[in-house]
């Protein structure tokens, strides 16, 4: 098995990939090559892991894989694009870290870079694109199509036949029914039920669902 090390850095969220690769890989050191010179390190209160955070734009070694060291779907695609830009890091160079709890669809395609916590469910024929975060125990229908860098949080519902453009958040508990399309770059707010279209580039949030504002 090769080691896995992170790109990026977060506070909060390292925590969930530090445990679930320790976890699933047994692999117990750490490194994380920050894109930016952040001064932060990941918040272990209670279990601590072994880290190394290297210099900010460092470039990882080439046998390493490699994994988002944070959620958020403008994090993920800066990230991305600095090292892209910077080292020629490829798409190809990410694993996906999809936790044995959760049950993915034969037909289903999965890319890299994805995050599958522990409860997911994605059903037949659904396209989960690069560098999705999908949380602990959201539900992903039949033949949805979710775009890149997007998070969609803990307990979300997607009905079936839904395209989510790139770039979204799709707050906690949201549900969004069948044969709906939510544009790129858009936030839907925690709890919201989403009963028709929402166009890219907003914040829509309610029962049912509204647009409140442009981004």
Do not use: W
């Amino acid at each position: 098995m090769k080691r896995i090390s992170f790109v990026g850095i977060s506070k909060d969220s390292a925590a969930i990939f530090l445990d679930l690769i320790s976890e699933m890989y047994l692999q117990k050191e750490f490194a994380f090559y920050p894109n930016k010179d952040f001064g932060i390190e990941p918040f272990m209160p209670i279990k601590t892991y072994p880290i190394e955070i290297k210099a900010a734009g460092t470039c990882p070694p080439e046998e390493d894989e490699l994994f988002f060291g944070a959620t958020g779907p403008e994090n993920k695609l800066a990230i991305f694009e600095d090292f892209l830009n910077s080292h020629g890091i490829s798409e190809s160079r990410y694993i996906q870290l999809i936790h044995p709890s959760a049950y993915v669809a034969p037909s289903a395609s999965i890319s890299n870079a994805v995050l599958i916590e522990p409860g997911v469910i994605i059903s037949a024929q659904s396209q989960i694109d690069f560098g999705v975060s999908l949380k602990r125990g959201c539900r992903i229908g039949h033949h949805n199509t979710i775009g890149r860098f997007t998070d969609i949080n803990p307990g979300v519902i997607l009905s079936g036949m839904i395209n989510i453009g790139e770039g979204c958040l799709i707050g906690s508990g949201a549900v969004l029914k069948d044969n709906i399309s939510i544009g790129a770059n858009t936030t839907i707010g925690v709890g919201s039920v989403v009963t028709k279209d929402i166009p890219a580039n907003c914040i829509a949030f309610g029962n049912p669902c509204k647009v409140v504002r442009q981004k």
